[in-house]
Protein backbone atom coordinates (compact mmCIF):
# COMPACT_ATOMS: atom_id res chain seq x y z
CA UNK A 1 0.00 0.00 0.00
CA UNK A 2 1.33 3.41 -0.82
CA UNK A 3 1.36 5.77 1.79
CA UNK A 4 2.59 8.88 2.33
CA UNK A 5 2.59 9.96 6.51
CA UNK A 6 3.16 12.95 7.85
CA UNK A 7 4.42 13.67 11.66
CA UNK A 8 5.43 16.03 14.12
CA UNK A 9 2.39 18.89 14.28
CA UNK A 10 2.05 20.78 17.52
CA UNK A 11 0.56 23.44 19.17
CA UNK A 12 3.52 25.68 19.23
CA UNK A 13 3.65 29.46 20.74
CA UNK A 14 4.46 32.43 17.33
CA UNK A 15 8.32 32.68 17.56
CA UNK A 16 9.33 28.53 17.82
CA UNK A 17 10.24 26.39 15.57
CA UNK A 18 8.60 23.01 14.18
CA UNK A 19 10.31 20.27 12.06
CA UNK A 20 7.55 17.62 10.39
CA UNK A 21 8.27 14.40 8.85
CA UNK A 22 6.18 12.79 5.93
CA UNK A 23 7.76 8.85 5.62
CA UNK A 24 7.03 7.51 2.42
CA UNK A 25 6.81 3.69 2.02
CA UNK A 26 4.91 0.81 -0.74
CA UNK A 27 6.82 2.33 -3.80
CA UNK A 28 10.14 3.80 -4.51
CA UNK A 29 9.93 7.42 -3.85
CA UNK A 30 13.35 8.13 -3.94
CA UNK A 31 13.33 9.48 -7.40
CA UNK A 32 10.01 11.43 -6.72
CA UNK A 33 9.99 15.40 -6.72
CA UNK A 34 8.62 15.44 -3.13
CA UNK A 35 6.91 19.22 -1.88
CA UNK A 36 5.06 20.04 1.58
CA UNK A 37 1.78 22.11 1.01
CA UNK A 38 -0.49 23.31 3.91
CA UNK A 39 -4.53 24.10 4.09
CA UNK A 40 -6.91 26.07 6.21
CA UNK A 41 -10.01 25.19 6.31
CA UNK A 42 -12.41 26.34 3.02
CA UNK A 43 -9.24 27.34 1.26
CA UNK A 44 -7.04 25.86 -1.59
CA UNK A 45 -3.60 24.08 -1.17
CA UNK A 46 -1.25 26.58 0.06
CA UNK A 47 2.01 25.31 -1.54
CA UNK A 48 5.05 26.19 0.39
CA UNK A 49 8.02 24.12 -1.44
CA UNK A 50 9.52 21.02 -2.74
CA UNK A 51 12.59 18.99 -3.35
CA UNK A 52 13.48 16.87 -6.56
CA UNK A 53 15.78 13.44 -5.66
CA UNK A 54 18.88 14.80 -5.91
CA UNK A 55 18.29 17.48 -2.99
CA UNK A 56 17.77 20.71 -5.06
CA UNK A 57 14.81 23.01 -3.19
CA UNK A 58 12.36 25.13 -4.65
CA UNK A 59 9.90 27.75 -2.39
CA UNK A 60 7.25 29.56 -2.63
CA UNK A 61 8.39 33.11 -2.39
CA UNK A 62 6.59 33.94 0.80
CA UNK A 63 8.38 31.80 2.68
CA UNK A 64 11.70 33.95 2.74
CA UNK A 65 13.91 31.77 4.13
CA UNK A 66 11.70 30.42 7.72
CA UNK A 67 11.30 27.55 6.17
CA UNK A 68 13.79 24.62 4.88
CA UNK A 69 13.01 21.03 2.80
CA UNK A 70 14.90 18.32 3.08
CA UNK A 71 15.37 14.42 2.12
CA UNK A 72 16.65 11.10 3.23
CA UNK A 73 16.12 8.80 0.11
CA UNK A 74 18.01 6.06 2.76
CA UNK A 75 15.36 6.40 4.95
CA UNK A 76 12.41 7.59 2.38
CA UNK A 77 11.64 10.61 4.53
CA UNK A 78 11.06 13.87 3.75
CA UNK A 79 11.55 16.84 6.42
CA UNK A 80 10.25 20.43 6.90
CA UNK A 81 12.37 22.86 9.42
CA UNK A 82 9.31 25.51 10.57
CA UNK A 83 11.37 28.26 11.85
CA UNK A 84 10.23 31.72 13.76
CA UNK A 85 6.59 30.77 13.25
CA UNK A 86 3.31 33.11 13.53
CA UNK A 87 0.34 32.80 13.77
CA UNK A 88 -0.72 32.94 10.20
CA UNK A 89 1.26 29.38 9.88
CA UNK A 90 -1.54 27.97 11.37
CA UNK A 91 -2.93 25.06 8.96
CA UNK A 92 -2.84 21.15 8.39
CA UNK A 93 0.18 20.44 6.58
CA UNK A 94 0.78 17.83 4.09
CA UNK A 95 3.58 16.41 1.77
CA UNK A 96 3.09 15.02 -1.41
CA UNK A 97 4.72 13.50 -4.36
CA UNK A 98 4.85 13.36 -8.49
CA UNK A 99 7.45 10.92 -10.55
CA UNK A 100 9.80 13.04 -12.22
CA UNK A 101 11.16 15.73 -12.37
CA UNK A 102 10.66 19.62 -11.33
CA UNK A 103 9.29 21.27 -8.07
CA UNK A 104 5.70 22.31 -9.25
CA UNK A 105 3.63 24.41 -7.21
CA UNK A 106 -0.13 23.13 -8.53
CA UNK A 107 -1.37 20.84 -6.02
CA UNK A 108 -3.07 19.08 -9.19
CA UNK A 109 0.38 17.91 -10.64
CA UNK A 110 1.01 15.86 -7.35
CA UNK A 111 -0.14 11.89 -7.31
CA UNK A 112 0.50 10.73 -4.11
CA UNK A 113 -0.74 13.11 -0.43
CA UNK A 114 -0.61 11.97 2.74
CA UNK A 115 -3.38 12.76 5.46
CA UNK A 116 -1.61 15.51 7.26
CA UNK A 117 -0.65 16.88 10.17
CA UNK A 118 -2.09 19.82 12.25
CA UNK A 119 0.03 23.05 13.36
CA UNK A 120 -1.54 25.36 15.47
CA UNK A 121 0.50 28.70 16.56
CA UNK A 122 -0.47 30.46 19.15
CA UNK A 123 0.38 34.20 20.57
Known amino acids: QVQLLESGGSMIQAGGNLRLSCSAS????????MAWFRRVPGKEFEFLGG???????KYADFVQGRFTISRDNAKSMVFLQLNSLKVGDTATYFC?????????????????WGTGTQVIVFA
Open 26 to 33: GRDFSRDV
Open 51 to 57: VEWNGQT
Open 96 to 112: ASRPGTGVLSASSQYFY
